[in-house]
């Protein structure tokens, strides 16, 4: 089992709408999260930490489940601009474990 | 954020020939982390430069493919040694940043596009 897993998508979302996406990871020890936005050839960028309490920086919620071992991401009133890949990020014991990404696509 | 250049943006590359990618970063940090991504794939750590001592390397890669130097606390590079096709990737510098006690948090330079052929 792979230790970030998420869904791969694409995620056709029409512009407006709300989108929601999760990562799952395998390892308790997990300490830190985070969500990453690639753009086509272009590289990571962080886009939010994600804390126990969750947390939301305008348009976007991140949530965080320990008992259930997954972080989420919200996307709401998407835009054109926030078709990306979104990377899972976890840290373990100072390693940087990153997911393959979810591919999503706002289509006008 | 610190802000972190890379040279080359990209570069085609003959079997056998070897390439060193620099990463320079303006501000002084602790944490360097070189990594690769394949086409369509996630990001794999390559190895931590350490400034003043040997890099440490992941499982899968050795010192001798992927020497690393880190001269000071702004600067790096990776080569990449003996390149075959199966190099052909995405490089990409990454520092650490963040406060004792709080989330460390990464950030990428803007990758190095290498194609061997």
């Known amino acids: 089992r792979k230790e970030v897993e998420q869904d791969p998508g694409p995620f056709n979302v029409p512009e407006g709408a709300t989108v929601a996406f999760n990562c799952t990871y395998s390892n308790s020890a997990s300490q830190s999260f985070f969500w990453y936005r690639q753009d086509c050839r272009k590289e990571p960028k962080l886009l939010m930490s994600v804390y126990s309490s969750g947390n939301e920086d305008g348009r976007f919620t991140a949530q965080l489940n320990r008992a259930s071992q997954y972080i989420s991401l919200l996307i709401r009133d998407s835009k054109l601009s926030d078709s990306a890949t979104y990377l899972c990020v976890v840290n373990r014991d100072d390693k940087i474990i990153f997911g393959k990404g979810t591919r999503l696509h706002i289509l006008p | 954020s610190a802000v972190i250049s890379q040279k080359p943006s990209r570069d085609i590359c003959q079997r056998g020939t070897s390439l060193t990618i620099q990463c320079q970063v303006d501000?002084?940090?602790?944490?360097m982390f070189w990594y690769r991504q394949q086409p369509g794939q996630s990001l794999t750590l390559i190895a931590t430069?350490?400034?003043?001592?040997?890099?440490?390397?992941e499982s899968g890669f050795v010192i001798d493919k992927f020497p690393i130097s880190r001269p000071n606390l702004t600067f790096s590079t990776l080569t990449v040694s003996n390149m075959s096709p199966e190099d052909s990737s995405i490089y990409l510098c990454?520092?650490?940043?963040?406060?004792?006690?709080?989330?460390?948090?990464?950030?990428f330079g803007p990758g190095t596009r290498l194609t061997v052929t």
């Open positions: 430069a350490n400034q003043g001592s040997e890099a440490t390397y």
């Open positions: 501000s002084q940090v602790t944490m």
């Open positions: 990454s520092v650490e940043e963040g406060e004792t006690g709080h989330t460390y948090e990464q950030y």
